[in-house]
């Protein structure tokens, strides 16, 4: 072996041991980068001929990943998406059914009892009759905000799950064209981990809004569904779109390659934001909407039968205090549909204060059936009182809501287990990168110091030729 | 298991954010004095705290009402008793003008006096309270009695809720007091007297004495039942007083914070949160890096 072939093996030795120094500064320079996979800089011994001569080869780089703890990983960011989404939007339900700080639908019903109360104490007096009106007109646009609120809220839920979508297939499209970049950069044997790493970066951003399920093929390109339908299948990605099913509930569809028709996939929805909310929009709110529909059309049926059973100071009788103009089969949309009734509003001596014409204006029978109405069981099919019935609707909101809280707790703990196993296995310990820092560098000192020893051996020999 | 830099970081940040939303929640209750501050903070307490303040809302409703029910009954009670000593003085006038001795201007001056005091007795029949015409029924609109005393009111009674399930008679019934339905029309006996009187017509007189008592009795029974009216009234007042202390007190059972206990949990979590900033601050400074 001659004096120049061992230059070759320093030479060797020196880029061998750059090439360490510079995959640890990249593991350095993207300690914080979201998505970023661990680097190791693969290093082989190049054998030639003999045993006794051989060098170092780079034989390229590899990405610590594991595709294992990378689907729990994808599945717990969906499940904790799913239960935050859930949550946020029954904690703005749960806002509207408030009544702890004294300030809801149940002091404004409050409010109806005791103005009610004050006419029978007094049937003529205007003010008292004035009251009436008034807190019932409060009453009703109360009633609105809260069925109005949950219906901008469902409005609200249905365009967040359509920008969801939007954005799913954006990132599906992406997901295509860097599976085409990497196939291509693999079959030509190029280094594809940056791209691979801002293929999992679009993973990350569309685990926590829907449920993935990735699988990587041998040509490196990832086949991925959502919610059970194929979303990305090699170079190819297909759409979901959002549709109206015909109960109002909110429906999942995905493209097929081949067909025009996507299929229905809602029930395979299993995670991430849109499960969330479409659980939230579609069970949550359609329920308690429902059970609030009930409780106002219980209550206006209540008051309007007791007030059409008196007189008003004309002597006149059978008026209502409340309009329900639904727009279908009762109760649905009693709340956003409750107004003060035409008969009375603006006309307080139209208040049934008496229970016949003959103790007009100072009669207070029916004023007082209408406040005791309150102590009866007239609401749920005749089981609970009015405040009993608002009393239920608060608890099984905040139950709802309480849930939804355990839930994102635990979801978020697991999430936590889940990064933290990622982590450890693809994630950058700035510890490991300095000791590796050291390692290269004295590697590469170590090497400089067999090309100086080389090189003295080499003007040594100069010497005597010289 | 390997540990890396964004593990550390993100255990640290997992532990202070749910040490800081711990701390916030204790604040809240602190400051609030709330233990429940919104209904998914425990529905079952929410639930109670919304019924119990609905039946606080209308004890305090009632409460209201019946106390403007009450001074009705207060000035009615008293109208009766004025009336009643109206009825007194016109016997003891009229036996007075019963008697032989009195001279036929004695008569007529006393008879003068009689209808001063049927002005006196219609004027307290006509009063008005918080609703109106005080003995007029429903009719409190229009004065009880016309001019000439007759009734012009009807014999409803007025009755307010007292309580969840029972009602109290705010009213005094004029019907029953001063009109034939009580027993005697005492206008029309003290118009009669005030003729028989300036007709110097002693036996005449004498013949209204039992009328004039009759009148009088049926004021004092129709003041009785407005005194059992104003006793029960009272009862129930007391009773909403008590149950308004109850449901206060089961209120705070539900719902209310321990000062003690959240003072405590507050400085507590916030020696945690010092604690575990000091903490954070070594562990993420523990670096290879800072030793070379």
């Known amino acids: 072996m001659g004096l120049s072939s061992l230059l070759n093996t320093a030479r060797d030795a020196l880029n061998a041991q750059a090439y360490g120094v510079s995959v640890t500064s990249q593991n350095i320079t993207n300690v914080n980068t979201p998505g970023y996979v661990k680097r190791t800089a693969l290093l082989e011994t190049r054998v030639l001929g003999r045993e006794d001569y051989g060098t170092v080869a780079i034989a390229g780089l590899q990405r610590n990943t594991d595709q294992f703890i990378e689907g729990r990983y994808y599945s717990a960011l969906g499940q904790t998406g799913a239960a935050k989404a859930r949550q946020n939007q029954l904690t703005l339900v749960e806002a509207s059914f408030n009544d702890i700080s004294g300030s809801g639908l149940s002091s404004a019903l409050g409010s109806v009892n005791d103005a009610f109360q004050k006419l029978a104490a007094d049937p003529s007096d205007s003010v008292a009759r004035d009251t009436v009106l008034s807190n019932l007109s409060n009453f009703a646009s109360r009633v609105n905000t809260v069925g109005n609120d949950i219906a901008s809220q469902k409005s609200d839920m249905l365009n967040q799950m359509q920008n969801v979508v939007r954005d799913l297939n954006r990132q599906a499209g992406e997901i295509a064209n860097l599976n085409r970049e990497i196939v291509h950069a693999q079959a030509q044997g190029l280094d594809s981990a940056d791209l691979r790493d801002k293929r999992d970066q679009v993973l990350l951003q569309m685990a926590p809004n829907v449920d993935l399920h990735v699988v990587e093929g041998e040509d490196g390109a990832i086949f991925v569904q959502a919610a059970g339908a194929t979303l990305v299948e090699g170079t190819e990605a297909r759409k979901l779109t959002i549709g109206i099913a015909s109960g109002g509930n909110v429906k999942l569809l995905a493209g097929r390659i081949g067909s025009s028709a996507p299929s229905d996939v809602t029930k395979s929805l299993s995670g991430g934001k849109l499960a969330g909310l479409k659980e939230a929009r579609d069970v949550d709110l359609k329920e308690t909407a429902a059970k609030f529909d009930q409780y106002v059309y219980d209550v206006a049926t209540a008051l309007n039968t007791q007030h059409e059973a008196g007189y008003g100071l004309d002597g006149a009788t059978g008026r209502k205090l409340f309009d329900l103009n639904l727009p279908g089969a009762p109760p649905a949309g009693a709340a956003r549909a409750l107004t003060l009734s035409t008969d009375v509003a603006g006309q307080p001596s139209r208040l049934a204060a008496s229970d016949s014409a003959a103790t007009v204006p100072g009669g207070g029978v029916n004023a007082t059936k209408l406040s005791k109405l309150f102590d009866l069981a007239v609401v749920s099919g005749g089981t609970r009182t009015i405040s009993e019935g608002y009393s239920d609707l608060v608890g099984g909101v905040g139950l709802k809501s309480a849930t939804a809280k355990r839930e994102t707790t635990l979801r978020s703990t697991l999430e936590g287990q889940a990064s933290d196993m990622k982590e450890s296995m693809s994630g950058v310990s700035l510890d490991e990168e300095m000791i590796a820092l050291t390692k290269y560098q004295q590697g590469y000192q170590a090497a400089a110091k067999v090309f100086k020893v080389i090189d003295d051996l080499m003007q040594e020999l100069m010497g005597i030729l010289r | ?292």
């Open chain 2, 1 to 292: 298991m390997r540990i890396t830099d964004a593990m550390r970081t993100n255990q640290t940040l997992r532990n202070l954010s749910g040490l800081r939303e711990s701390h916030a929640q204790a604040t809240e209750e602190a400051t609030s004095g709330l233990r429940v501050n919104r209904p998914s903070d425990d529905a079952t307490a929410a639930a109670l705290l919304t019924r119990l303040q609905s039946r606080l809302d209308q004890n305090t409703s009632t409460q209201k009402a019946m106390s403007q029910g009450r001074a009705d009954l207060d000035q009615s009670e008293s109208a009766l008793a004025e009336a009643s000593d109206i009825m007194k003085r016109a016997k003891e006038l009229a036996l007075t003008a019963a008697n032989g001795g009195t001279s036929p201007d004695g008569r007529k001056a006393t008879a003068l006096e009689i209808g001063g005091l049927r002005q006196q007795l219609l004027g307290l029949a006509n009063l008005k309270g918080s609703r109106g015409s005080l003995f007029a029924g429903s009719q409190t609109g229009t004065p009880a009695f016309d001019a000439s005393g007759v009734y012009q009111g009807d014999g409803y009674e007025h009755n307010l809720q007292s309580g969840p399930n029972s009602e109290v008679t705010v009213s005094a019934s004029g019907e029953r007091a001063f009109t034939i339905a009580g027993g005697r029309d005492v206008f029309a006996d003290l118009s009669a007297l005030e003729t028989a009187m300036n007709n110097n017509d002693p036996a005449a007189v004498s013949g209204y004495l039992d009328a004039l008592d009759a009148g009088h009795q049926q004021m004092i029974r129709e003041r009785a039942r407005v005194g059992v009216n104003q006793n029960r009234a009272e009862q129930s007042d007391t009773l909403l007083t008590h149950t308004k202390l109850l449901l206060e007190t089961q209120k705070a059972t539900a719902g209310a914070a321990d000062p003690a206990e959240s003072l405590t949990r507050l400085v507590t979590l916030q020696q945690n949160i010092e604690q575990a900033l000091q903490v954070a601050r070594k562990v993420l400074d523990l670096q290879l890096m800072q030793l070379s």
